[in-house]
């Protein structure tokens, strides 16, 4: 469910930023997950996700993403979703 939201959001333009366990909800009732928090999402349109600057949680972000050093360097925000959902998983 994890992988079929976050593609679900990438097809639509949107990059959530911050995955990271206390941002997926899992109904106890019908065992749907469901993907909160969008304060760090970024939009974007076609497959132009290249975004700059630091986004996300440490311990939950891709290392192109900043986290060890503070970089300011592009990066797509889509692969680093995607690599937050491998960590997850």
């Not at 469910?1 to 990438?10: A, D, E």
């Given at each position: 469910?994890?992988?079929?939201?976050?593609?679900?959001?990438?097809e639509?333009?949107?990059?959530?930023?911050?995955?990271?366990?206390?941002?997926?909800?899992?109904?106890?009732?019908?065992?749907?997950?469901?993907?909160?928090?969008?304060?760090?999402?970024?939009?974007?349109?076609?497959?132009?996700?290249?975004?700059?600057?630091?986004?996300?949680?440490?311990?939950?972000?891709?290392?192109?993403v900043?986290?060890?050093?503070?970089?300011?360097?592009?990066?797509?925000?889509?692969?680093?979703?995607?690599?937050?959902?491998?960590?997850?998983?």
């Open positions: 469910q994890l992988i079929r939201g976050v593609t679900f959001l990438h639509n333009g949107v990059a959530h930023g911050d995955l990271k366990p206390d941002n997926i909800l899992i109904d106890p009732t019908t065992r749907r997950l469901v993907i909160i928090d969008f304060s760090l999402s970024t939009r974007f349109d076609g497959t132009d996700d290249w975004v700059e600057g630091y986004s996300g949680t440490p311990g939950w972000t891709a290392p192109e900043g986290e060890y050093g503070g970089f300011s360097k592009p990066y797509r925000a889509t692969l680093a979703d995607r690599w937050a959902c491998g960590k997850l998983i």
